[in-house]
């Protein structure tokens, strides 16, 4: 291959990146596998991804059965837990049936699933909206806490993806009417939405479509939406209640909502940070969110004042049930950021400043500076990987045996 061949070819990959959403996704896929092996030492949830680990070796070691997800912390009645639908662990355990137990599996599973997730999110927005502003509200997203939180052993963006790729199902029903695509709908947004509950905001998005369309939405949405609803309710508030009262364990479902709102109201600047830096890590990409907003509201655009409204609404009320929990940890912004990168994609495609996108790519490459922290180990915890051999070499009931860690209940 010649030079100039092989610059051609740079060249004509480098107009796909920047024209089409579909090849920087590629792109951001190929960058996050970037120490997609190295152990879950980062210092941002450690504690949280050595429990999804802990579930999908105890499904492989001990018992299958996806109902009892079961933890290695037995300072309670059992090691048993009543927990999120534990679906990536699982996950995790059936591709180490076929190539033996590697703890970076649930990375390599949380990136694609996430990655098709996003491609979802992409399509929807392209069907309604110009390439161009799909393409500004995919590069917001990616850089988001998504960048991190999409290659780590942790539900949330793995959630939300399942939900997009519902609701990516969901459209194809509207527009084909092939009852499969009604089938899949229901499949994956029920499974979002049983990873964790708040990927079932976006099925306000049907409320919106019932409010403003003229032409009277499918039943069959509602019907299914009923049916996962329900079936949520049953995992959370029945099954998990029972597995809870029986075996001692419990993940939090949150707060009591008057007690929630308190909170968040007693810390305002916790939650205002949390909004606004969390968001993007990134105070310019915020800011341009509020010039997103801007635009919408300036246009008159009353569809998609609307269907934001909605969104936030429901949002807010996650907020207020969450309380202390929502200030404490970034993650709990992940649901309501494709919203956030929108509305940001809005704000670029209606401006004919050329200095506001500059301003976006400055933005874009501070949010990542503010992450590319997470892709590598510190070597200060290092010596974490030694604990194991140690304590087999000073343990006198063998590797099962029991151990204390004062690590203010860190796995």
Not at 126 to 149: E, G, Q
Not at 205 to 219: A, E, T
Request: aromatic letters at 20%; one cysteine or more.
């Amino acid at each position: 291959m010649d030079r100039l061949s092989l610059f051609n070819r740079i060249k004509w990959l480098c107009d796909q990146v920047l024209t089409d959403y579909k090849w920087l996704i590629a792109l951001f896929f190929v960058l996050r596998l970037y120490g997609i092996t190295d152990p879950p030492l980062e210092i941002q949830h450690n504690w949280r991804q050595c429990t999804g680990l802990m579930i999908a070796r105890n499904f492989l070691t001990l018992d299958a059965n996806i109902l009892y997800p079961r933890i290695d912390d037995i300072c309670q009645k059992s090691d048993i837990i009543a927990s999120e639908f534990p679906l990536m662990s699982y996950m995790h355990y059936l591709v180490a049936l076929l190539f033996g137990y590697e703890h970076w599996y649930g990375r390599i599973i949380n990136l694609i699933v996430s990655s098709l997730g996003i491609l979802s999110f992409g399509i929807i927005l392209h069907h309604f909206f110009d390439k161009k502003l799909t393409w500004y509200s995919v590069l917001a997203l990616l850089v988001s806490p998504w960048l991190i939180y999409s290659r780590k052993m942790m539900p949330d963006t793995h959630s939300v993806s399942l939900m997009f790729i519902g609701l990516l199902f969901g459209l194809r029903y509207y527009q084909f009417h092939r009852w499969y695509y009604l089938v899949l709908f229901f499949i994956f947004s029920t499974l979002g939405s049983l990873v964790k509950i708040p990927a079932a905001l976006y099925f306000t998005i049907f409320l919106f479509g019932f409010i403003s369309m003229r032409k009277k939405i499918k039943p069959e949405y509602f019907i299914a939406i009923a049916i996962s609803i329900c079936i949520i309710y049953v995992w959370y508030f029945i099954w998990g209640t029972y597995i809870s009262d029986k075996y001692g364990n419990w993940y939090n479902l949150g707060l009591p909502l008057y007690q929630g709102i308190l909170d968040i109201l007693s810390h305002p600047r916790e939650v205002l940070y949390n909004i606004v830096f969390n968001s993007f890590n990134s105070y310019i990409l915020f800011s341009l969110f509020i010039w997103g907003v801007y635009k919408i509201i300036k246009e008159k655009n009353k569809k998609t004042i609307l269907c934001v409204s909605l969104l936030f609404g429901v949002f807010w009320l996650y907020i207020f049930k969450a309380g202390f929990f929502f200030y404490h940890h970034n993650y709990y912004m992940i649901p309501i950021i494709p919203v956030l990168a929108f509305v940001i994609g809005y704000g670029l495609y209606n401006s004919v400043h050329k200095i506001t996108l500059f301003i976006f790519f400055i933005g874009v490459m501070e949010s990542i500076a503010n992450q590319q922290h997470d892709f590598r180990i510190k070597p200060s915890e290092l010596y974490k990987l030694e604990l194991e051999s140690r304590l087999d070499s000073i343990g006198k009931g063998g590797p099962k045996s029991p151990i204390l860690i004062n690590t203010q209940s860190n796995p």
